[in-house]
């Protein structure tokens, strides 16, 4: 009696022994479907930020006309920011030349009045060459880019109209995304014959203003 229940103890327990492999076939059979959560999902549309890639803006500063002296010159610009780094820019600006230093040594002077207006366009390229901060005060910074332009245009001068060479180099400031305060240097090269005979003139600007961005 005792030798059978050994015997059959012997084969519960290799019965209960071969249930988990029974088991693992079970799950791992083809039958088995994956788990889908049942989750409600929104429809998200994309937030739309103004892009600020156009400039418009106003200047005025003092233009030096070679060979007659430095006046008030004032204009209007319009940018196209293609990039973070590069952009394009269309400017018109105008001065009024005097030759009162010619009339001191030439009877009549140069001109035919007392004055002439100068006026200019020209189209640029710039590269925003540094940008980064620039700081008021100890708790306060602004954005600033330094930028080098140059581009062609005309400059009409004494019923002139003259091919015009530009480069330069200016700073922008922004104290709001959309408002930048601007300083520029630029120097404008034209051939010019007033005096007798045609020479390469350079004509250096120096202007202050206020552009805008949209």
Do not use: C
Not at 158 to 185: C, H, I, P, S, Y
Not at 199 to 212: I, K, P, R, V
Request: charged share 20%; no cysteine; hydrophobic share 40%.
């Amino acid at each position: 009696m005792a030798h059978f229940s050994s015997r059959t103890l012997l084969a519960a327990s290799a019965l209960l022994l071969s249930l988990p492999a029974l088991a693992v076939d079970t799950t791992t059979s083809g039958d088995q479907q994956a788990v889908v959560p049942q989750i409600q999902r929104s429809d998200l549309r994309p937030a739309r930020f103004p892009s600020n890639d156009f400039e418009v803006g106003l200047f005025g500063g003092i233009y030096g006309t070679q060979n007659f002296g430095a006046s008030f010159a004032g204009g209007a610009r319009v940018g196209y920011h293609i990039t973070e780094d590069f952009f394009a820019e269309a400017a018109y600006g105008q001065t009024n030349v005097t030759d009162e230093a010619f009339r001191r040594v030439l009877p009549g002077g140069i001109f035919t009045s007392d004055t002439e207006k100068l006026s200019y366009y020209d189209l640029s390229v710039g590269w925003n060459m540094l940008p980064g901060e620039i700081f008021l005060g100890s708790s306060t910074a602004k954005i600033s880019q330094v930028y080098l332009i140059g581009g062609l245009g005309r400059t009409r001068f004494v019923d002139q109209r003259e091919q015009t060479f530009n480069f330069g180099v200016g700073v922008k400031v922004f104290l709001a995304n959309w408002f930048a305060l601007r300083v520029d240097m630029r120097d404008h090269i034209f051939t010019l014959d007033l005096l007798g005979k045609r020479d390469s003139t350079h004509n250096l600007e120096l202007t202050t203003g206020a552009s805008f961005f949209f």
